[in-house]
């Protein structure tokens, strides 16, 4: 046991780890839906992903899983309403700044 590992601290059993997993999951898209002022250019500076990513990440899962729903399924789960409404109502035009930070972290 490394000394990090608290003698009290069980193994998880994938149940447990899935559950864990979809929790955090959920977590964080309540986190995103609830900082829609942080734009997708930024989340690609920052931390090399963005809300697009994860609902492509999303849809990949769907497929792993033979589970069929459509691009547009998955970017309503991740931007939780239609990616449209989304772009109409949160996004904003990226500024001469944003786009050569992204182009600076995308050549990388």
């Known amino acids: ?5 608290s003698a009290h601290t069980q193994e998880l059993t994938e149940a447990q ?11 964080l ?3 995103l839906d609830n900082r829609k002022d942080v734009q997708n250019i930024e989340l690609m500076i ?8 994860f609902s492509k990440w999303y ?5 792993d899983l033979e589970i069929e729903i459509s691009d547009d399924q998955a970017r309503e789960r991740i931007y939780g309403m239609p990616y449209s409404e ?13 786009m050569a930070a992204f182009n600076k972290v995308m050549k990388k």
């Open 86 to 98: 989304w772009k109409e109502n949160h996004q904003l035009p990226a500024t001469e700044e944003q």
């Open 29 to 31: 898209l309540s986190h």
């Open 46 to 53: 920052l931390a090399g992903f963005c809300r697009n990513c």
């Open 17 to 27: 780890q899935d559950k864990l997993d979809a929790q955090a999951f959920r977590r």
């Open 1 to 5: 046991m490394s000394e990090n590992t």
């Open 59 to 63: 849809k990949a899962a769907a497929d």
